[in-house]
């Protein structure tokens, strides 16, 4: 019997390239705060292991369970902008890697209520802001004329800068409304008997990612000074070195939450952020296998 030496070569290397392809860095549920740092402004709340099936919220769609990390900024000072970070303490990260986390965004109906949730790379936390490395904050109502908001250590990106992916940063327009259907107030939250005050149920603007689970991703590429931010598989934008002041993009992960405005939310328990499945990859650059899998056709045409 003739051994076809090529193609079984081929699948090993195949099978060896998928193992080296990508490694796990960090994964978290979220739920114990052990190991974690926080860097804020006053007035903020981070409550890892929050039980959120009390307001109604089903399990992340990438875990198990009911309980994450709530989030939480401007909740009694009236003229103060807050902005939290948290961050691992034992992750730092550089190279080409990827961020993935599941993100839900709360706010109360009532009034106060645009605040933004995201996260960061290149976070450092010996710097002077609660807010830097790069950025994606995207606000939880819709009611600002811009929505999705990259940042370079704080300075908001705007989208004159050729940044985005979007057409806008304006959840309303037309092309980006339809990416992001308005979704529905979890009923719990209007439930008198758990809640005083209850939360009004509305439904979210279209364009909007309250009420609802997404995925938010980052993908870094430190050596090409590029990283991109995604939600749901929809890109929103690249932080890019070549554009502008240049920022670290090796570091810590951070995730954020911000109040931008000075005005509080009436009703502060609905106002807030939740996030669970957090995990960090290592994406490798191509390694001498995946070039020797390109090789396989020249190789194999040499020996007919």
Not at 2 to 31: N, Y
Not at 102 to 128: H, I, K, Q, R, Y
Not at 205 to 218: N, V
Not at 262 to 276: M, Y
């Amino acid at each position: 019997m003739k051994f076809h030496w090529l193609p079984a070569l081929a699948v090993a290397l195949l099978g060896l390239v998928s193992h080296t392809a990508s490694a796990q860095l960090f994964t978290s549920t979220l739920d114990d705060g052990t190991g974690w740092g926080v860097v804020a402004d006053p007035d903020y709340e981070v409550t890892f292991g929050f039980d959120y099936s009390k307001f109604g919220i089903p399990a992340a769609p990438n875990g198990t369970g009911t309980t994450g990390l709530r989030m939480a900024a401007n909740i009694v000072d009236p003229a103060a902008v807050a902005v939290v970070s948290t961050y691992p303490e034992s992750l730092d990260v550089s190279g080409n890697y990827r961020v993935e986390v599941d993100m839900w965004l709360n706010f109360n109906s009532s009034g106060g209520t645009t605040e933004f949730g995201g996260a960061s790379v290149g976070f450092d936390p010996a710097a002077a802001a609660a807010l830097n490395g790069a950025s994606l904050l995207v606000d939880t109502d819709g009611d600002t004329a811009r929505d999705f908001r990259l940042y370079k250590d704080g300075a908001e990106q705007f989208i004159e800068s050729g940044q985005y992916a979007l057409p806008s940063q304006d959840g309303a327009h037309a092309d980006i409304a339809p990416l992001f259907p308005g979704q529905t107030t979890p009923a719990a939250q209007g439930d008198s008997s758990v809640f005083d005050p209850t939360n009004v149920i509305v439904t979210a603007a279209d364009g909007t990612l309250a009420y609802a689970w997404h995925r938010l991703s980052i993908d870094v590429n430190e050596g090409a000074g590029t990283a991109t931010f995604m939600i749901d598989d929809v890109t929103i934008g690249t932080i890019d070195n070549s554009v502008g002041t240049a920022v670290n993009l090796s570091g810590k992960v951070a995730l954020g939450y911000a109040d931008i405005f000075t005005s509080v939310s009436n009703k502060p328990e609905f106002s807030f952020g939740i996030f669970d499945n957090l995990v960090v990859t290592q994406v490798p650059e191509p390694s001498s296998l995946a070039l020797l899998l390109c090789g396989l056709p020249l190789l194999a045409r040499r020996r007919k």
